[in-house]
Nanobody, 128 residues
Framework: EVHLVESGGDLVQAGGSLRLSCAGS????????IGWFRQVPGKEREGVSC????????FYVPFVKGRFTVSRDNAKNTVYLEMNSLKPEDTAVYYC?????????????????????WGQGTQVTVSS
């Protein structure tokens, strides 16, 4: 059975940093592209970042580029999202998601519909 478990969410002051982790099990982790998404109540879940299965390609939406860094350690079946210079508007539940073939010509790496497997989310709260 496929499992994705996020961790690392916390309450942090504006300007601070957090590192989120996404641990996978029950599937060939190294074959899967991993996306990070976030959601606030009443709003659509939005893509934040994506990393290819090999880790060779990374993608960021404009509002996190330069502040967030995605990486992975396939030996540990874990993807990380390093978040720096956090802003109150980064407050959300952060989810990781997995699927194969997302990072491909025509693939929509920030679309939640491209991913089959999801974690339960971890809360990030940034105070002003």
């Amino acid at each position: 059975e496929v499992h994705l478990v996020e961790s690392g969410g916390d309450l942090v002051q504006a300007g601070g940093s957090l590192r989120l982790s996404c641990a996978g099990s029950g599937f060939a982790f190294a074959d899967y592209d991993i996306g990070w998404f976030r959601q606030v109540p009443g709003k659509e879940r939005e893509g934040v970042s994506c990393i290819s299965a090999s880790g060779g390609s990374t993608f960021y939406v404009p509002f996190v580029k330069g502040r967030f860094t995605v990486s992975r350690d396939n030996a540990k079946n874990t993807v990380y999202l390093e978040m720096n210079s956090l802003k109150p508007e980064d407050t959300a539940v952060y989810y990781c998601a997995a699927d194969v073939g997302v990072v491909a010509p025509g693939g929509l790496v920030f679309s939640r519909y491209e991913y089959t497997y999801w974690g339960q989310g971890t809360q990030v709260t940034v105070s002003s």
